[in-house]
Every structure is written in structure tokens, then in C-alpha cells.
């Protein structure tokens, strides 16, 4: 049974995706379930794993499915505007702050240039994409830090950076405290 808008993947459409076919760009839609958005077949961005894939045979299906147009390849022939392209970004780097998530990995996520991406990133939100990037990574090790007893060093792990002494220079950067501090000053106030 197909899910609610899903047309099916056949061989032919998967190998159009992956061929970048503009052949087929009248003929259906793909969206990607883990990025929330949908392109024509011949979008250029980094191909998506086959098993998140959904396909529509319009543009129109995927909005009302939720997803949002690619940035790169227009699929809805219109230009996705700067703010819910900036809110897709940050939805995105929510969802994978603790991965590996270079400007250019980012870029290739949210269908768009590396440049374009972070021009337009700072502009609507007053900081960089690897400022955000930090900022979502610390905002989760605080979390751990105050709810878990896991070392420093896994909770440098789990938020997405195996550099435990780059961990902690930035964390005490951005708090004032370097982690195990951090703890302590957390556990004192919920005894006292």
C-alpha cells in the first residue's frame, strides 16, 4: 500500500533522480522525508537515499503533503523566500546539529550555495550558520550536562564534537564556565 500522496518509486524514476534527468521534470515530483523538501528530477543537490524518498506526481501534492520547494531547482517555478528558506536551514541544522555539518554539507542539504546560504542565514538571523550550529550544540550539552551524568567527553560526542578540549574552550566561551563547573553550579541550586 502507498502512503497518502506517494505515486510510487520505480527504477526509471530513481535512476532519473540520480541521473539528474530533466527529461522527467514534467513527470513527477520527489520529495525527501528527511530534509522536509521536494525537487524536480533534475535538481543537482546531493542525492537522497532511496528509502526517504516520496514521489508526487505535482508540486502542488508536495506542498499539501508539507513539504517546501528546493531552493536550487525551483521546482514550484517560484523562489522560496528568504525567510522560510532560512527557517528550513535551521530546521535542519535542529535536526543534525550533533552530525557533521559543514557550510558546504549544510548547502547540499537545503539545496542552495554554500555562499548564497550563509549571506542569507546572517542577514535574516543576525548570525552565521556555524554561530547557530554552536549555539544548537550547546544549548543540547547544557541539557545533558544538567539532566545525565555522562562524562564531558560523551556529551561532547552526542552534541557533535569528538574534540573534548575544542568542546570545552567553546562551551566556556559561550557560558563562562567550563562544563564540570557548569554541573556543579546546576547541581548546588537544585540542592540549595
Excluded at 33 to 57: A, D
Excluded at 86 to 112: F, K, P
Excluded at 142 to 157: C, H, Q, R
Aim: include cysteine.
Amino acid at each position: 500500500m502507498q502512503q497518502a500522496g506517494d505515486e510510487g518509486m520505480t527504477e526509471a524514476k530513481w535512476h532519473a533522480i540520480i541521473h539528474n534527468d530533466a527529461s522527467y521534470d514534467f513527470r513527477f515530483i520527489y520529495a525527501v522525508k528527511t530534509t522536509g523538501i521536494f525537487c524536480r528530477p533534475s535538481c543537482k543537490s546531493k542525492m537522497p537515499n532511496k528509502e526517504n524518498v516520496l514521489i508526487f506526481q505535482n508540486a502542488e501534492q508536495a506542498l499539501s503533503a508539507g513539504y517546501r520547494p528546493c531552493k536550487r531547482c525551483k521546482p514550484t517555478g517560484e523562489r522560496l523566500p528568504d525567510q522560510e528558506w532560512v527557517s528550513q536551514i535551521t530546521a535542519c541544522i535542529d535536526r543534525n546539529y550533533n552530525g557533521s555539518l559543514t557550510l558546504e554539507a549544510l548547502a547540499d542539504m537545503c539545496h542552495g550555495s554554500p555562499y548564497h546560504l550563509h549571506r542569507t542565514f546572517k542577514r535574516i538571523k543576525g548570525m552565521t550558520p556555524v554561530e547557530y550550529i554552536q549555539q544548537a550544540r550547546m544549548n543540547k550539552a547544557i541539557e545533558y550536562l544538567t539532566v545525565t551524568n555522562k562524562t564531558v567527553s560523551d556529551i561532547a560526542l552526542n552534541v557533535g564534537m569528538p574534540n573534548t578540549p575544542y568542546f570545552i574552550t567553546l562551551f566556556k566561551k559561550k557560558t563562562g564556565h567550563t562544563p564540570a563547573d557548569y554541573r556543579r553550579i546546576i547541581r548546588k541550586k537544585s540542592e540549595g
